[in-house]
T-cell receptor, first 118, second 117 residues
Framework: GAVVSQHPSWVICKSGTSVKIECRSL??????MFWYRQFPKQSLMLMAT?????????EQGVEKDKFLINHASLTLSTLTVTSAHPEDSSFYIC??????????????FGPGTRLTVT | AQKVTQAQTEISVVEKEDVTLDCVYE???????LFWYKQPPSGELVFLIR??????QNEISGRYSWNFQKSTSSFNFTITASQVVDSAVYFC??????????????FGQGTRLTINP
């Protein structure tokens, strides 16, 4: 149980285009989902926290208009990188916190999406 | 502010050696949680352990053991009789008490562990 999927697992796009990454909790409902970014050989940095049905809370320094987050249901959150540039190339990881039934302090991580902007 | 420091950037040992990964944290919260995650080359984070601030008992799980000491704000991780499959990046992380549904995980910089045959 407690499986989180991400789609796509990797994507290559051209500079200036937009890319959407999906994060789904497959066997539980997620009140809260988190989006992290990880540059090569670096740690995970929290980008934003999203709660179902409300606006995401972005961390300091993360551009809201560039990284659009939508948490439309209790099992799906999407991250859209708008007008992507090479410096947005990174590994994006989502995690989901269960609504009920499982430990409320657990975060279950997706497998990550590797974005390369050319 | 919360902070996690993993001072060891890279560790390389020979198979079967024991190895300890250090983790030091800073927080003003009285209730908090500490985690260790493994990130193999595939990139997916693998959960290893969670500890709350009121439980200082050391834990052992097979070849893995964890030493939590509040007095020194440390939560160290030891692998006994290391194996090549243990090669990965290991992250220590900290979160505070859940408030209004938000629980932020603060990660350390990670320790890249290489086990050589």
């Amino acid at each position: 149980g407690a499986v989180v999927s991400q789609h796509p697992s990797w994507v290559i796009c051209k500079s200036g285009t937009s890319v959407k990454i999906e994060c789904r909790s497959l066997d539980f409902q997620a009140t809260t989902m988190f989006w992290y970014r990880q540059f090569p050989k670096q740690s995970l940095m929290l980008m934003a926290t999203s709660n179902e049905g409300s606006k995401a809370t972005y961390e300091q320094g993360v551009e809201k208009d560039k990284f659009l987050i939508n948490h439309a249901s209790l099992t799906l959150s999407t991250l859209t990188v708008t007008s992507a540039h090479p410096e947005d190339s990174s590994f994006y990881i989502c995690s989901a916190r269960p609504q009920t039934g499982l430990s409320s302090y657990e975060q279950y991580f997706g497998p990550g999406t590797r974005l390369t902007v050319t | 502010a919360q902070k996690v420091t993993q001072a060891q950037t890279e560790i390389s040992v020979v198979e079967k050696e024991d190895v300890t990964l250090d983790c030091v944290y800073e927080t003003r919260d009285t209730t908090y949680y500490l985690f260790w995650y493994k990130q193999p080359p595939s990139g997916e984070l693998v959960f290893l352990i969670r500890r709350n601030s009121f439980d200082e008992q050391n834990e052992i799980s097979g070849r893995y053991s964890w030493n939590f000491q509040k007095s020194t704000s440390s939560f160290n991780f030891t692998i006994t009789a290391s194996q090549v499959v243990d090669s990965a990046v290991y992250f220590c992380a900290l979160s505070g008490l859940i408030i209004q549904g938000a629980q932020k995980l603060v990660f350390g910089q990670g320790t890249r562990l290489t086990i050589n045959p």
